[in-house]
């Protein structure tokens, strides 16, 4: 009941938000390796596990990014965009005609990868899941999803592959950082 009344929440906070864009400008494979030792997961077959970083950028000046706090204030590149990146984690299916075509996009706390343990039964949250033991029954990947999360809170310390982004300052008019106590 509580996992539907927050996944219930998050589609209506997702739907209430006005849109912002980002665009993708650079995607880096820093690792690719086999998940579950190369595990069949029925038709679909193994999976492979993707960690990186995408690169993307944001107009300050699009009316869609106004509900980015303070965004008018970050450094821009030579387009005027504002540039930021962050790690990424993907489980995928090896042949991806194999797959579903569908995503799977979890939601992480502070970085960490929790949402493991509600997508295979009687799976401990793992930052680092790899093995057999982490596809847990293997639901999602019988299925053919492919498994994305991303880091996104700006709070998160780098470590025990956490992930995290990689956000610009924002500056005052004289180019210090702008700096305030958050609640």
Request: net charge negative; proline share 6%.
């Given at each position: 009941?509580?996992?539907?009344?927050?996944?219930?929440?998050?589609?209506?906070?997702?739907?209430?938000?006005?849109?912002?864009?980002?665009?993708?400008?650079?995607?880096?494979?820093?690792?690719?390796?086999?998940?579950?030792?190369?595990?069949?997961?029925?038709d679909?077959?193994?999976?492979?596990?993707?960690?990186?970083?995408?690169?993307?950028?944001?107009?300050?000046?699009?009316?869609?990014?106004?509900?980015?706090?303070?965004?008018?204030?970050?450094?821009?590149?030579?387009?005027?965009?504002?540039?930021?990146?962050?790690?990424?984690?993907?489980?995928?299916?090896v042949?991806?005609?194999?797959?579903?075509?569908?995503?799977?996009?979890?939601?992480?706390?502070?970085g960490?990868?929790?949402?493991?343990?509600?997508?295979?039964?009687?799976?401990?949250?793992?930052?680092?899941?790899?093995?057999?033991?982490?596809?847990?029954?293997?639901?999602?990947?019988?299925?053919?999803?492919t498994?994305?999360?991303?880091?996104?809170?700006?709070?998160v310390?780098?470590?025990?592959?956490r992930?995290?982004?990689n956000?610009?300052?924002?500056?005052?008019?004289?180019?210090?950082?702008?700096?305030?106590?958050?609640?």
């Open positions: 009941m509580m996992v539907r009344n927050i996944a219930g929440a998050a589609l209506l906070v997702g739907l209430a938000a006005p849109l912002a864009e980002a665009r993708v400008v650079r995607f880096v494979i820093e690792q690719q390796r086999a998940f579950a030792g190369g595990m069949e997961f029925g679909v077959g193994p999976y492979e596990r993707l960690d990186g970083t995408v690169h993307m950028e944001v107009d300050p000046d699009d009316p869609l990014n106004a509900v980015i706090v303070n965004l008018d204030k970050a450094p821009r590149n030579a387009r005027g965009l504002v540039e930021f990146s962050t790690t990424f984690f993907i489980l995928k299916p042949a991806m005609e194999r797959g579903n075509g569908k995503i799977f996009y979890g939601i992480n706390n502070r960490n990868k929790l949402e493991s343990g509600l997508r295979w039964h009687h799976v401990p949250s793992s930052n680092d899941p790899i093995t057999a033991e982490h596809a847990g029954d293997g639901f999602l990947m019988r299925l053919g999803y498994v994305v999360d991303a880091g996104w809170q700006g709070d310390a780098e470590g025990n592959n992930l995290f982004p956000l610009p300052v924002a500056t005052e008019a004289d180019g210090s950082p702008l700096v305030a106590r958050i609640r």
